[in-house]
């Protein structure tokens, strides 16, 4: 008997091995065993394999393996690409083909450049995605928008992860690095290979300067500091410089202990970096390139200076920026990702000239102003910006330091036509500013713009917590989606004076007794001024008075109007479902002031007042005395629960119209002077109880339903304030009555 020849252990490998593996092998030309290699890599879990030969034809094939088997990762982790504008591409690769789809996805996740087009502006764009891997396929990109700037900064890093993979398994190489050139940079000066220890300790200020300097020689770059805390004062700025650090947290630049030792006297007034220095003055026709400050605490050490007289160190600035008012050019300053704390004046003082970008950055405990305007020809955008700070830790009026009110603010803005910028412009004595997503805790809101100087000012979710002060002639000034908080305090009082135009929309005003010692209080204060053609309008306003009112035992007033005169016809609106709301308050709007009593055009419009239901909706004054001053107040769809009037002294100069007024009988409620029946009358109040009485107050014009019935009023009836009795109104049944 022929013995049957044994099968080799490659034949039985060859047979049984496929199947194990789960390997699927395309058909052949010709019949035959496909040797198989396979070899494994033990330190990712995956594995290579390969055919090798087919018996009886010399065609090679490739094969795919169960997904199971299969990583996904970054071919490298890290790269790096020039910041020159185009597409930078981050490879991923499978470790080999499989026979299903297999999905990554992919996103940024870190790193020091932007996508955000802020502050000094975004260097790249890399949406969120999916990588998507055919059978068969094992290389994909990831595609990088790389955006050039023309700032000078360090080199910037991108991170990159994968997760999320299906029907495949993802690596320990998951992250990216790809790293940004900087293609603008001539020189980057490190401080410390100029002589800066960075200790807290030694002086740093000449050591820096000359980094400074070889910077400004070298046609511009970056001035590198290391994480420590470097002491200095007195610093020369120029265009073309950005001063950079490790972070706002690592980096402190911070002004030295007892400058009055330094500088051998008591009254200094150093700044710490100074624009405006006799060789470092920018003066040139077009704007500069930008100074830039970026990850870095300034430190103004106020608590370790002399104690001076008034307002010696008035002018001990923190960064102060100013250009050549003569000519046309201002200097370009983005500050971003920075604090600013503890200053001895301002934190930053823009003055004449000045394009400036504040974003992203923290101000605490700054004297005068977080963000200080002196001058005019000045630009400012500012967003995300926290300004904090507490009054408290600073001068008051007995300090030989000198006060200034309030001694902190956010932001303090002087316009004085004596600082006027480059005029050939046509807005040499303007200050326009954009703030975005800002909070003012630090004292508040201070402008300030005199006679022959403009301001204009746009603000969109602001935080305003202390005061808000707002005057001059020719300010112009609009808040949307904002919160203003009234402390009632001295000094923190929350009020708009000698206002142009003023717009608020859908802002909340809160009023607090922070203070008990106040002749009374408000939730916010307008006071128009004669002369001025003031414009004021609130749109969809909120007003607001908290618990703390209870306490206070002083007329508590929502909205107070200051008096003008008619011929300054001021106008001032309230739109669109502006409500007074607080059990606590006496009236919702009272109107007039010693000075001058009379308020003028006045529009309440779909107006709602919550209040003390003794309280009034209005209260007035006139002034008998003086015929051009007089009240101009127009109703229209005003709802309440409250007393309708009070009106001191009320006469044949003042203006009342009553438009789509419907109330309940028990708020029909008027108070007023002798001659209330002398005022002009315009509209109508319909008044709706069940019985009319004999003192139920009217004004002209009014209808009062009961049941099936209605009268007519044909006579002003009201309490006199004066007199200390009821005039009655004169009701007839209405020819529309039954």
Same mark, same amino acid.
């Given at each position: 008997?022929?013995?049957?020849?044994?099968?080799?252990?490659? $034949?039985?490998?060859?047979?049984?091995?496929?199947?194990?593996?789960?390997?699927?092998?395309?058909?052949?030309?010709?019949?035959?065993?496909?040797?198989?290699?396979?070899?494994?890599?033990?330190?990712?879990?995956?594995?290579?394999?390969?055919?090798?030969?087919?018996?009886?034809?010399?065609?090679?094939?490739?094969?795919?393996?169960?997904?199971?088997?299969?990583?996904?990762?970054?071919?490298?982790?890290?790269?790096?690409?020039?910041?020159?504008?185009?597409?930078?591409?981050?490879?991923?690769?499978?470790?080999?083909?499989?026979?299903?789809?297999?999905?990554?996805?992919?996103?940024?996740?870190?790193?020091?450049?932007?996508?955000?087009?802020?502050?000094?502006?975004?260097?790249?764009?890399?949406?969120?995605?999916?990588?998507?891997?055919?059978?068969?396929?094992?290389?994909?990109?990831?595609?990088?928008?790389?955006?050039?700037?023309?700032?000078?900064?360090?080199?910037?890093?991108?991170?990159?992860?994968?997760?999320?993979?299906?029907?495949?398994?993802?690596?320990?190489?998951?992250?990216?690095?790809?790293?940004?050139?900087?293609?603008?940079? *001539?020189?980057?000066?490190?401080?410390?290979?100029?002589?800066?220890?960075?200790?807290? =300790?030694?002086?740093?200020?000449?050591?820096?300067?000359? @980094?400074?300097?070889?910077?400004?020689?070298?046609?511009?770059?970056?001035?590198? %500091?290391?994480?420590?805390?470097?002491?200095?004062?007195?610093?020369?700025?120029?265009?073309?410089?950005?001063?950079?650090?490790?972070?706002?947290?690592?980096?402190?630049? *911070?002004?030295?202990?007892?400058?009055?030792?330094?500088?051998?006297?008591?009254?200094?007034?150093?700044?710490?970096?100074?624009?405006?220095?006799?060789?470092?003055?920018?003066?040139?026709?077009?704007?500069?390139?930008?100074?830039?400050?970026?990850?870095?605490?300034?430190?103004?050490?106020?608590?370790?200076?002399?104690?001076?007289?008034?307002?010696?160190?008035?002018?001990? %600035?923190?960064?102060?920026?100013?250009?050549?008012?003569?000519?046309?050019?201002?200097?370009?300053?983005?500050?971003?990702?920075?604090?600013?704390?503890?200053?001895?004046?301002?934190?930053?003082?823009?003055?004449?000239?000045? *394009?400036?970008?504040?974003?992203?950055?923290?101000?605490?405990?700054?004297?005068? $102003?977080?963000?200080?305007?002196?001058?005019?020809?000045?630009?400012?955008? =500012?967003?995300?910006?926290?300004?904090?700070?507490?009054?408290?830790?600073?001068?008051?009026?007995?300090?030989?330091?000198?006060?200034?009110?309030?001694?902190?603010?956010?932001?303090?803005?002087?316009?004085?036509?004596?600082?006027?910028?480059?005029?050939?412009?046509?807005?040499?004595?303007?200050?326009?500013?954009?703030?975005?997503?800002?909070?003012?805790?630090?004292?508040?809101?201070?402008?300030?713009?005199?006679?022959?100087?403009?301001?204009?000012?746009?603000?969109?979710?602001?935080?305003?917590?202390?005061? %808000?002060?707002?005057?001059?002639?020719?300010?112009?000034?609009?808040?949307?989606?904002?919160?203003?908080?009234?402390?009632?305090?001295?000094?923190?009082?929350?009020?708009?004076?000698?206002?142009?135009?003023?717009?608020?929309?859908?802002?909340?005003?809160?009023?607090? @007794?922070?203070?008990?010692?106040?002749?009374?209080?408000?939730?916010?204060?307008?006071?128009?001024?004669?002369?001025?053609?003031?414009?004021?309008?609130?749109?969809?306003?909120?007003?607001?008075?908290?618990?703390?009112?209870?306490?206070?035992?002083?007329?508590?007033?929502?909205?107070?109007?200051?008096?003008?005169?008619?011929?300054?016809?001021?106008?001032?609106?309230?739109?669109?479902?502006?409500?007074?709301?607080?059990?606590?308050?006496?009236? @919702?709007?009272?109107?007039?002031?010693?000075?001058?009593?009379?308020?003028?055009?006045?529009?309440?419009?779909?107006?709602?007042?919550?209040?003390?239901?003794?309280?009034?909706?209005?209260?007035?004054?006139?002034?008998?005395?003086?015929?051009?001053?007089?009240?101009?107040?127009?109703?229209?769809?005003?709802?309440?629960?409250?007393?309708?009037?009070?009106?001191?002294?009320?006469?044949?100069?003042?203006?009342?119209?009553?438009?789509?007024?419907?109330?309940?009988?028990?708020?029909?409620? =008027?108070?007023?002077?002798?001659? %209330?029946?002398?005022?002009?009358?315009?509209?109508?109040?319909?008044?709706?109880?069940? =019985?009319?009485?004999?003192?139920?107050?009217?004004?002209?014009?009014?209808?009062?339903?009961?049941?099936?019935?209605?009268?007519?009023?044909?006579?002003?009836?009201?309490?006199?304030?004066?007199?200390?009795?009821?005039?009655?109104?004169?009701?007839?049944?209405? *020819?529309?009555?039954?």
């Amino acid at each position: 008997m022929k013995k049957r020849p044994r099968k080799s252990m490659l $034949g039985i490998l060859g047979l049984f091995l496929p199947a194990f593996l789960g390997l699927n092998f395309p058909a052949t030309a010709k019949s035959g065993l496909a040797i198989i290699e396979q070899r494994a890599n033990h330190s990712s879990g995956s594995q290579q394999i390969r055919t090798a030969y087919q018996p009886g034809g010399n065609q090679t094939h490739p094969i795919t393996c169960r997904n199971g088997d299969a990583v996904v990762e970054f071919r490298h982790t890290s790269s790096s690409v020039s910041e020159n504008p185009g597409t930078a591409v981050v490879e991923v690769k499978l470790t080999h083909p499989v026979d299903k789809t297999v999905t990554i996805e992919y996103a940024a996740a870190g790193g020091t450049a932007s996508r955000i087009a802020e502050g000094t502006g975004k260097d790249y764009d890399l949406p969120a995605g999916t990588l998507v891997f055919e059978p068969g396929e094992t290389t994909k990109t990831i595609p990088l928008t790389i955006i050039h700037d023309e700032v000078n900064e360090l080199d910037e890093t991108v991170e990159i992860v994968l997760n999320n993979p299906k029907n495949a398994a993802l690596s320990g190489k998951k992250t990216h690095t790809l790293t940004i050139l900087d293609a603008n940079r *001539k020189v980057l000066a490190n401080v410390k290979d100029y002589g800066a220890k960075g200790d807290g =300790i030694a002086i740093d200020k000449h050591a820096v300067q000359l @980094a400074i300097d070889k910077v400004k020689n070298e046609g511009g770059g970056c001035v590198f %500091f290391p994480k420590g805390v470097y002491l200095v004062y007195n610093m020369r700025i120029i265009p073309g410089i950005t001063f950079v650090g490790e972070g706002r947290t690592n980096t402190i630049v *911070k002004r030295p202990d007892h400058m009055e030792i330094l500088e051998g006297s008591k009254y200094t007034s150093n700044t710490m970096f100074n624009s405006y220095e006799s060789g470092y003055q920018y003066s040139s026709d077009i704007d500069s390139e930008p100074i830039i400050f970026k990850n870095i605490t300034i430190d103004g050490n106020s608590n370790n200076q002399p104690l001076c007289n008034n307002y010696s160190q008035e002018h001990a %600035f923190t960064i102060y920026l100013r250009a050549d008012s003569k000519r046309r050019g201002r200097i370009n300053f983005i500050i971003e990702d920075c604090d600013i704390i503890d200053t001895v004046t301002d934190g930053i003082t823009i003055d004449r000239n000045v *394009k400036a970008t504040i974003y992203n950055c923290i101000f605490r405990n700054c004297f005068r $102003g977080s963000i200080t305007w002196n001058g005019g020809y000045t630009d400012t955008y =500012i967003k995300n910006v926290d300004c904090y700070g507490v009054q408290a830790d600073f001068r008051d009026r007995n300090n030989p330091l000198g006060w200034y009110v309030p001694a902190i603010s956010a932001f303090h803005m002087e316009m004085s036509r004596k600082a006027l910028g480059y005029d050939g412009s046509g807005e040499g004595n303007l200050q326009r500013v954009k703030a975005l997503k800002v909070n003012l805790s630090a004292g508040g809101f201070w402008i300030t713009a005199s006679y022959g100087s403009r301001i204009k000012f746009y603000g969109d979710s602001l935080t305003i917590n202390g005061s %808000f002060h707002a005057q001059g002639p020719a300010c112009e000034l609009e808040l949307k989606n904002s919160n203003i908080h009234n402390l009632n305090r001295r000094f923190y009082e929350s009020y708009i004076n000698n206002t142009g135009i003023f717009k608020f929309s859908r802002c909340n005003f809160l009023g607090q @007794a922070t203070s008990l010692s106040q002749k009374e209080l408000c939730i916010f204060k307008i006071l128009p001024w004669p002369g001025v053609n003031g414009v004021f309008t609130f749109d969809n306003c909120i007003f607001r008075g908290d618990a703390t009112l209870a306490g206070f035992s002083g007329p508590k007033k929502g909205i107070i109007i200051g008096g003008t005169k008619v011929s300054a016809s001021n106008s001032l609106n309230f739109l669109n479902n502006c409500k007074v709301s607080s059990k606590y308050l006496d009236y @919702a709007i009272y109107g007039g002031d010693i000075y001058h009593p009379a308020i003028s055009h006045v529009r309440l419009i779909d107006f709602e007042a919550e209040i003390n239901s003794k309280g009034y909706l209005l209260g007035l004054n006139s002034n008998t005395n003086q015929t051009d001053e007089a009240n101009d107040i127009g109703l229209d769809n005003v709802t309440f629960n409250c007393r309708y009037l009070s009106w001191n002294y009320p006469n044949r100069h003042d203006k009342l119209c009553n438009t789509n007024m419907i109330m309940k009988c028990n708020n029909n409620y =008027i108070s007023a002077g002798n001659d %209330f029946a002398a005022v002009n009358f315009s509209g109508s109040r319909i008044i709706q109880g069940s =019985i009319l009485g004999p003192n139920t107050p009217g004004i002209i014009g009014d209808i009062f339903k009961t049941g099936n019935c209605q009268y007519l009023c044909t006579g002003t009836g009201f309490y006199s304030n004066q007199l200390n009795r009821q005039i009655r109104a004169v009701w007839v049944k209405d *020819k529309e009555g039954r």
